[in-house]
Nanobody
Framework: QLQASGGGLVQDGGSLRLSCAAS????????MGWFRQAQGKEREFVAA????????DYADSVKGRFTISRDDAKNTVSLQMNSLKPEDTAVYYC????????????????WGQGTLVTVSS
């Protein structure tokens, strides 16, 4: 099970830190990722980190503003979001991919419940 948290309302230019807690099993050997879905739009990839934490990929729209990290001791993955923009408003989901590596498409084996991020202008 994956459970995302940390969403909320923030002003344009603000920051939020999302967390995804895993339970029921260890995801230390999985690539972990974040996706988002804005109202009326398809779910899109945001960021992913490989099992070792040594490589990460980002969507062009968030590069330089978002940072993904993982703490396998706590079985969590985080997404630090800085310089938020209204277009970042969406429900954010965490996911796990048993075979993900940098440069490849993230094919989730597990999805968590989402957390809503709203950025006001």
């Amino acid at each position: 099970q994956l459970q995302a948290s940390g969403g909320g309302l923030v002003q344009d230019g603000g920051s939020l830190r999302l967390s995804c807690a895993a339970s029921g099993r260890s995801f230390s050997s999985y690539g972990m990722g974040w996706f988002r879905q804005a109202q009326g739009k398809e779910r899109e990839f945001v960021a992913a980190i490989n099992w070792s934490g040594r490589s990460a990929d980002y969507a062009d729209s968030v590069k330089g503003r978002f940072t993904i990290s993982r703490d396998d001791a706590k079985n969590t993955v985080s997404l630090q979001m800085n310089s938020l923009k209204p277009e970042d408003t969406a429900v954010y989901y965490c996911a796990a991919d048993a075979a993900w590596m940098s440069g490849s498409k993230f094919r989730s084996n597990y999805w968590g419940q989402g957390t809503l991020v709203t950025v006001s202008s």
